[in-house]
């Protein structure tokens, strides 16, 4: 095995957290919330993210990116998840961006295969 495939998620956790932010407020910048648009931010943001990941990201990994959009006048919103999984070897990153009008939560599962 060479030593990008030995490396675990662990060892870059702090930057993909950092790339999924930069992501974010990019992407977001200058947006305000509409329900017409939110789901299709939604599905980009993700599918930019895992572009990403896939094209600098760990080999022998798997991921799974959750977003959840809602606005900032929500009265509330309760998300939960749970998942089996090797806590050596496995991570989840929890992201959150408050923009103007609403907030984004995305949720990154990665498992090692």
């Known amino acids: 095995m060479s030593g990008e495939e030995q490396k675990l998620i662990a060892d870059v956790k702090d930057d993909i957290e950092a790339q999924m932010k930069k992501e974010m407020e990019t992407y977001f910048e200058g947006k305000e919330y509409t329900p017409d648009e ?3 931010w939604a ?3 993700c599918s930019n993210i895992i ?6 990201g760990l080999k022998g990994y798997k991921y799974s990116l ?10 509330s919103v309760h998300t ?3 998942c089996l999984w090797d806590p050596t070897t496995d991570e989840c990153i ?13 949720v990154l599962f990665a498992t090692k295969v």
């Open 66 to 75: 959750t977003s959840t959009i809602f606005p900032k006048d929500a009265c």
């Open 80 to 82: 939960a998840g749970n």
């Open 94 to 106: 929890r992201v959150k961006h408050e923009a103007e009008t609403f907030y984004c939560i995305l």
């Open 51 to 56: 572009k990403n990941l896939k094209e600098e």
């Open 38 to 40: 939110a789901q299709a």
């Open 43 to 45: 599905e980009e943001v």
